[in-house]
C-alpha cells in the first residue's frame, strides 16, 4: 500500500491515469489520508460539484492485511451538504482488496467534459476506465448485478446510485459486503455527489492474484493480533451484545433513557420501540432465516459480526439487518413501528444510494411539514420512492433534511452545518450536542466515540460528575476517533480499547509490527490531534465559523419529554472544545 | 387476578423474552437501594450485577451507583449489558463519560425513605434478557393481560406444543384450554419454568 492512483475524469481526450508513491502522504491512512490530501490539494472555496473538488478513497492503514476487523474504506471530499470537509466511511470488502493491491488511495479530480458515465475496472494488472452510458440511472442492487455478470464473483464495487448521478446532497457511496451486495455505505455529507459529479457509475476491484499485506515484523504482528482478537472477543460490546442483536441493540437503551428521538425530535420516547428493538429485530431475522440470521460480519476478517440478513414475511433477502440509525431515523423518528416497512426503507435507501440517517430525518421534517402523518409507513415509502425517481419532490428530499425544512417552511430541523443529527437527543445526552455542534463533520455520532482520556491521556483526567467536564470529554474523543478513522478499524473496537488498556496496546503494537515503527499512545493522540486540524483549518478558509458550530435554536428552548430539559451548553463552552 | 403456571421444554424459554422487554411488575420491599432489591429480594447476585449489569435506569435515569440509588414505589427499574456506541458509553454506571448525562442522571434527593411493599416494574434489555429471563419466570412476574393476550394468540400452538403442565389458579388444565379461557382482570400472574431446572 504504497501508491496512490490518481484518475483525472477531466483530462483532454478522456479520463487519465497517474499512480505515484505516497510522497509527503506516507504514513497516512483512512481519515487521516482523506483529510490530508482535501485540506491540502482541494481549494475550500471551490463547488463541492465542481472540478476543483476531489473524491478521495483510502483503506486504513491495516486494511488488506490480517488485522481483525480492519476492513474499513474512508472517502473524503469536501462535502455538498456541509460546505466544509467530509469523510465518510463504510465496511465492506472494498477497503481490504484496495489494500492487497497496494492503493493507499484512489483520488478522482476534474470534471468530464461530456455527460458520459464512467466505470473503472481495477486488478492487478490493469485499471481500465470505460464509458459505460448503459448504467444510467442503475439502482445499486441492479448495477451489481451487471458488473458480477461481466467480471465475476470474485470482485468488489464501489458504486453509486440514482441519487448520486442527480447529485443530491443526502447521495452516499455504497461497497459491497461479502455476498457481493450493495449494503455498506459511507452515507454521510453527500459523498456519493461528488462521486456522481466525477462522472464515476462504480469502480469494479478485482484482487485476484493478490496476497495479504505482509508486516514488517511478522513474529510481532502476529502476537500482537493475537491479543488484540482476544481483546474484542472478551469485551461484552463486542463479543456479545453485538453479536447478538447489532447495533439496534441500543433501540431499547436510549429509549429508556429518554434520549431517543421520536417523531422529529418532539419527544425522548417512542412508545412503541420494543416492536422495532434490537432484541426483536434478531427474533424475527431468526425465526425466518434461521438461527444465526441476526449474526454476521460485513468483510472477511470482522470478528464482532454486528450484521445479519432481513428477510422479508415471505423469507426472501430483502435487505441486511438495519443498523440502529436507519431504524431509529425511518422508524421511532418518524413514527413508524413496523420493522417489515422500515427494512424496506433500507433497501430503498441501499438501491437509490442515500444516507439512512439523512433520508429518515428529511422525511420525519416532510412528516411534521404535513407531507405524511407521522407513523404512515406507506406514505415515507412513497416519499424515499420519489427520490429514486427524481421528481422534483423528491430531488428536494434527496437534498436533506435542512433544505426541505427550508422548502417546506419548518423551524424543527434537527441539523448542524446542514447535516441531519443521528439518533440520540442533545438534550437527554448534553455532551453528544458539544460533538454534534463542533465535529468538523456536521452533526455526527461517531465524531467522538472512541477512546476516554484517561487511556489516551489527553488534556489531564475529567472528573465525570462535573458538568464542564463535557466539554473536555468530547474534545478528547474527537481526537481520539480520529486517530482511530485513520487505521481503517471499525469504530466498535473502541468499547475493548476503552476498557481494557491492553488491548488498545496491542492495537498500537499491530500498527508498529506492521510499519516497523516505534509509536506510543502519545503519538497516537497527535495523530487524532494533526487530523482534526487539517479538517478545523479547511472548514474555516471553507467560510465555516464559531457560528456554525451550535445547535438549532429550538433544542435551547423546547424541553424535551420525558426529563423536559432544554440543551444547556453555552456558546463559549462550545468554543473551548478546540482550545488546546 | 388469575394465576397462571406454565413448565415448559428448556428451548422455547426465549418466546416469553419479548413480554420481559415490555416491562412486568414484581411487589417488592421498597424505600431500599437498587442493590437490595436486585440481590437480597430478587435473586440476583451481586457479582453478576457488578460485572455484567453495566447500565440501569430507574425511572429513566441512568444509575451509577447502586447502593445510593433508592427505589421508590411504582419504580420502574430497567437493566441492560455494556452498550455499544458513544452514547451508550456514556450510559454506563459509573463511567468515565458520565458527565455527558449529568442533566438526567439519577441523583437521591431525599434524606428518609419508608419501607413498605409496593409494585416496582422491572424491563429486562439484550444479555440481561437471555440471561436473568428465567430467574425471573420462574419467580413469577405480572404481566399486562391485554400484553399476554396478544402473546397467547402467536404462541398458542408453541405453548400445545412444548408445554408439559399448566396450571391455571389452583387445577391442570391442557394448553388447548388457555385459548378460551377468560381474562377479565387487567394483569395476570405468570410463572414458567423450564423442565430443566436452573
Not at chain 1, 433 to 453: E, L, P, R
Not at chain 1, 484 to 508: H, K, N, R, S, Y
Not at chain 2, 130 to 154: A, C, H, M, W, Y
Request: proline share 4%; glycine share 12%.
Amino acid at each position: 500500500m504504497d501508491k496512490i492512483l490518481r484518475i483525472n475524469m477531466g483530462a483532454d481526450g478522456g479520463p487519465s491515469i497517474k499512480t505515484e508513491p505516497l510522497g509527503d502522504y506516507a504514513g497516512a491512512g483512512g481519515r487521516g489520508l482523506t483529510s490530508a490530501i482535501i485540506s491540502k490539494e482541494v481549494p475550500p472555496l471551490c463547488h463541492p460539484l465542481g472540478e476543483d473538488n476531489k473524491l478521495v478513497i483510502a483503506p486504513g492503514l491495516l486494511s488488506g492485511s490480517t488485522a481483525a476487523v480492519s476492513g474499513r474504506l474512508s472517502v473524503g471530499c469536501k462535502s455538498p451538504l456541509t460546505g466544509g470537509i467530509k469523510e465518510a466511511n463504510a465496511g465492506g470488502q472494498p477497503s481490504q482488496m484496495l489494500g492487497r493491491l497496494g492503493y493507499a488511495a484512489i483520488v478522482l479530480e476534474g470534471s468530464p467534459k461530456e455527460k458520459t458515465l464512467y466505470k473503472i475496472i481495477i486488478n492487478k494488472d490493469n485499471i481500465d476506465i470505460l464509458e459505460d452510458n448503459s448504467l444510467c440511472m442503475l439502482g445499486n442492487y441492479d448495477l451489481v448485478d451487471k458488473m458480477k455478470a461481466e467480471y465475476g464473483e470474485k470482485i468488489s464495487c464501489i458504486s453509486i446510485g440514482q441519487a448520486g448521478e442527480m447529485k443530491l446532497a443526502g447521495a452516499s457511496i455504497a461497497c459491497t459486503d461479502m455476498e457481493l451486495r450493495p449494503t455498506r455505505h459511507a452515507g454521510r455529507g453527500g459523498v456519493g455527489a461528488v462521486m456522481g459529479a466525477k462522472g464515476v457509475k462504480v469502480i469494479v476491484i478485482d484482487d485476484d492474484g493478490m496476497k495479504m499485506r505482509q508486516p514488517q515484523d511478522p513474529e510481532a504482528f502476529k502476537a500482537a493480533n493475537k491479543e488484540w482478537v482476544a481483546g474484542l472477543k472478551k469485551h461484552p460490546v463486542s463479543g456479545e451484545g453485538l453479536p447478538a442483536y447489532g447495533t439496534n441493540v441500543l433501540t431499547n437503551v436510549i429509549n429508556e433513557a429518554g434520549a431517543y428521538p421520536t417523531k422529529n425530535f418532539m419527544w425522548g420516547r417512542f412508545d412503541n420501540c420494543d416492536k422495532i428493538s434490537g432484541e426483536t429485530q434478531a427474533a424475527v431475522e431468526e425465526e425466518r432465516g434461521g438461527k444465526g440470521a441476526a449474526t454476521h460480519g460485513c468483510h472477511r476478517g470482522c470478528i464482532i459480526r454486528c450484521s445479519g440478513t432481513y428477510l422479508n414475511k415471505d423469507g426472501h433477502y430483502l435487505t441486511k439487518q438495519p443498523e440502529y440509525e436507519t431504524v431509529w431515523a425511518h422508524g421511532g423518528n418518524c413514527g413508524i413501528d413496523d420493522l417489515d416497512a422500515i427494512a424496506m426503507l433500507d433497501r430503498l435507501d441501499d438501491d437509490f444510494g442515500l444516507d439512512t440517517i439523512e433520508m429518515g430525518a428529511t422525511i420525519a421534517v416532510a412528516m411534521e411539514a404535513g407531507l405524511a402523518e407521522f407513523g404512515d409507513a406507506e406514505a415515507a415509502i412513497r416519499l424515499v420512492k420519489e427520490v429514486g425517481e427524481g421528481t422534483p419532490l423528491g430531488r428536494v428530499l434527496g437534498s436533506g433534511a435542512a433544505v426541505t425544512g427550508k422548502v417546506f417552511g419548518v423551524e424543527r430541523v434537527p441539523v448542524v452545518k446542514g447535516q441531519a443529527m443521528p439518533a440520540y437527543d442533545p438534550r437527554g445526552v448534553q455532551g453528544i450536542g458539544v460533538t454534534y455542534a463542533t465535529a468538523t463533520m456536521g452533526a455526527d455520532h461517531t465524531a467522538g466515540y472512541a477512546v476516554a482520556s484517561n487511556i489516551m491521556g489527553v488534556g489531564g483526567s475529567v472528573d465525570p460528575l462535573k458538568p464542564e467536564g463535557q466539554i473536555e470529554l468530547s474534545r478528547n474523543l474527537q481526537i481520539a476517533t480520529a486517530a482511530v478513522d485513520a487505521t481503517g478499524m471499525c469504530l466498535f473496537v473502541a468499547f475493548p480499547v476503552l476498557d481494557q488498556p491492553e488491548t488498545f496496546q496491542a492495537l498500537i503494537d499491530m500498527i508498529n509490527a506492521f510499519y516497523g515503527l516505534s509509536l506510543t499512545a502519545d503519538d497516537v493522540t497527535e495523530l487524532g490531534k494533526s487530523i482534526l486540524k487539517n479538517e478545523r483549518e479547511f472548514n474555516l478558509a471553507a467560510g465555516l465559523t464559531s457560528k456554525d458550530d451550535r445547535l438549532p435554536e429550538y433544542f435551547k428552548k423546547e424541553k424535551l419529554p420525558p426529563h423536559d430539559i432544554t440543551f444547556m451548553v453555552k456558546d463559549e463552552e462550545l468554543d473551548e472544545v478546540f482550545n488546546w | 387476578m388469575r394465576k397462571l403456571g406454565l413448565v415448559i421444554q428448556d428451548g422455547l424459554l426465549p418466546i416469553f423474552f419479548k413480554l420481559l422487554q415490555q416491562g412486568f411488575v414484581v411487589n417488592a420491599e421498597t424505600g431500599c437501594s437498587v442493590k437490595d432489591l436486585l440481590c437480597n429480594q430478587l435473586g440476583v447476585g451481586e457479582d453478576y450485577l457488578q460485572n455484567r449489569i453495566q447500565t440501569l435506569f430507574l425511572n429513566g435515569m441512568p444509575v451509577d451507583d447502586v447502593t445510593e440509588a433508592v427505589i421508590p414505589n411504582h419504580a420502574t427499574l430497567a437493566l441492560s449489558g455494556a452498550m455499544p456506541g458513544l452514547v451508550g458509553a456514556t450510559l454506563r454506571k459509573g463511567g468515565v463519560l458520565a458527565a455527558m448525562r449529568n442533566t438526567i442522571s439519577y441523583s437521591e434527593v431525599q434524606t428518609s425513605h419508608e419501607h413498605r411493599v409496593a409494585r416496582v416494574k422491572i424491563k429486562l434489555f439484550n444479555m440481561i434478557l437471555k440471561e436473568l429471563g428465567p430467574l425471573f419466570l420462574g419467580n413469577g412476574v405480572l404481566i399486562p393481560t391485554e400484553k399476554f393476550q396478544d402473546f397467547l394468540s402467536r404462541h398458542l400452538a408453541d405453548l400445545k406444543r412444548a408445554c408439559s403442565s399448566v396450571q391455571l389458579d389452583d387445577r391442570h388444565i391442557k394448553a388447548a384450554e388457555l385459548e378460551s379461557v377468560t381474562w377479565t382482570d387487567p394483569e395476570i400472574s405468570l410463572q414458567v419454568k423450564s423442565d430443566r431446572p436452573l
